[in-house]
C-alpha cells in the first residue's frame, strides 16, 4: 500500500516567548500538540478553527518553513526536514502554497511573467528563459488569463484576478499539493464562488490535493472532502466534511456551525459557549474547552479526551462524543 501524499504524526510546535527580565527563565509557547493528519492525492482536508488556533502554524511546518520541535512531515513519503538543501528544492516543486492576500503576495514591483515563474527560477534553474515563459502563459491560461496578462504589473488587476495569478504561480511546478491558506477570504463573495469553483476544476483536471486552511465553515463545506476542527493546538474533531457539520459531536464544533447565520433557522440548543476563547498560554489540564462548554463536568478539568472514533464515522475528543 502507498503512502499518503501528506502524513503529519505527532507535530508539536513551540515558539520562544519574550523573557519578563534579564533575570527570569526563557518561556515557551506549545502553538501545536501532537497535531496528526493525512491527505491522500487528489482531496481536498479542510482545517478549521478561531484565529490563533494553530492553523497557520500547520500550513508552515507542512511547508517545511517552520521546523517543528517534535513529530514527523513527510511529502511523498520524505521528510522535508531531514533532506539536505538540494534534495529539499527538488521536493518542493511537489508542492506550493496560496497565500491569503492577493495584494500582499505578489511584488508590485514585477510583472506577471516574473511572478508566475519565480517558482520555476528558484526550484528548477536549469529550464531556459523560453521554457519558462511557456510554462507562465500555461499556467495563466489554465486560471483564465490570456498572454496578455504577462507584461503586465499586479496594479492593473483586480483582487479576484491577483488570486488567479498566485494559483497560476503555485500551479508552474505542476505540484501534487497546494496548501491554502485562506485563499479567498481577502475576496468579495461573488469573486470567492468564482475562484473556488476554479480551484475545484483545476482540481479535477490535474489530479491535485489542497491542504485548505479556513474560518468559513461555508467555504469549507464547498470545496473539503474531509475537515479537521483545530482548538488550542489540537484536532478536536475530524471525518467526513458533511458529517462532521451535519452531525457535529464535539461541542466546539456544535458551536461552529451554529454561528453560521441560516435565514429563517433557529440557533441549535446547547450549542453556545460562554466567554471568550483563551490564549494558548492559558490552556490549563484536563480539556482545553471545558472552561467554554456548556457540557463541562469535572472530569472534562482534569483529563484530557483523546481523539476517538464516533458513530458518524469520523473521530472526536470528547468525553461524552
Known sequence: MSPPLLAVDDL?????LPRASIFSAARRLR????????????ETLGVVGESGCGKSTLARAVMALEKPQAGKVRILGKDPFALERARLRELRRHFQAIFQDPY????????????????IASLEAEASSTERRRRVAEALAAVGLGESALDKYPHEFSGGQ??????ARALVTHPALIVADEPVSALD??????????????QEKMG???????HDLGVIRAIADRVAVMYLGRIVEEGATARVFDQPRHPYTRMLV????????????????????????????????????????A????????LAAVDHGGRAACHFA
Open 12 to 16: 508539536v510546535r513551540e515558539y520562544m
Open 31 to 42: 502553538v501545536l500538540h501532537g497535531v496528526s493528519i493525512r491527505l491522500e492525492a487528489g
Open 104 to 119: 500582499g503576495s505578489l511584488d508590485p514591483r514585477h510583472t506577471v511573467a516574473r511572478i508566475v515563474a519565480e517558482p
Open 162 to 167: 491577483r488570486q488567479r495569478i498566485a494559483i
Open 189 to 202: 463573495v461573488s469573486v470567492q464562488a468564482q475562484v473556488l469553483n476554479l480551484m475545484m476544476d483545476l
Open 208 to 214: 491535485l490535493a489542497y491542504l485548505f486552511i479556513s
Open 258 to 297: 451554529d454561528a453560521v447565520p441560516r435565514p429563517g433557522a433557529g440557533r441549535r440548543r446547547g450549542g453556545d459557549a460562554g466567554g471568550a476563547p483563551p490564549t494558548p498560554a492559558q490552556a490549563g489540564e484536563g480539556c482545553a474547552f471545558a472552561p467554554r462548554c456548556p457540557r463541562a463536568e
Open 299 to 306: 472530569r472534562c478539568r482534569v483529563e484530557r479526551p483523546e
